[in-house]
């Protein structure tokens, strides 16, 4: 029997334990409150569940995550998303902008992003579906919220059972 690897949060070091999937997978979290970067990693520790998490702390490092620019050149140490995660609201870049740029690449389009926003405006979700967003969910009240979302999205997005994009 073949032993699953193990899979780390690239920040923290710690490990995830999900035994069903075989490949690793990133999850690229956008976000410029390093609370809730640090919130999400210990959530999903919590669920238990298995992907790689990379934090960027703004629209500007995203779109450079994602085009391999600069320090995140290396594939082998930032590879892309199986996941993005993205706050809408950030300094400099939006996380509008980010969708923009982001759904004009078709080598990148097909990523799923799901907006993890503080903002429960009917305006916000519209333009974020408009702008290419996979799914809107509001940032819950609550750790043990947060761990049910965590294990929500890694049932929904990453183990192949992601619904087709809105």
Known sequence: MTQQPKLTDRKTGSGFAHAARRMPV???HVDDDPNDSELLA????KAGVEFSLQNVVDGEQAMAYLSGGGAFADRRKYPLPSLILLDLKMPRTTGFEVLTWLRARAQLG???VVVLSGSELRRDRDRA???GASSYLVKPLGF???VALIRDLDSTWLNGNSPTPA
Do not use: D, Y
């Open 42 to 45: 210990s959530a999903a520790r």
């Open 110 to 112: 097909h990523i799923p």
């Open 144 to 146: 043990e919220a947060l």
């Open 129 to 131: 579906h408009a702008e």
């Open 26 to 28: 990133t999850v690229l």
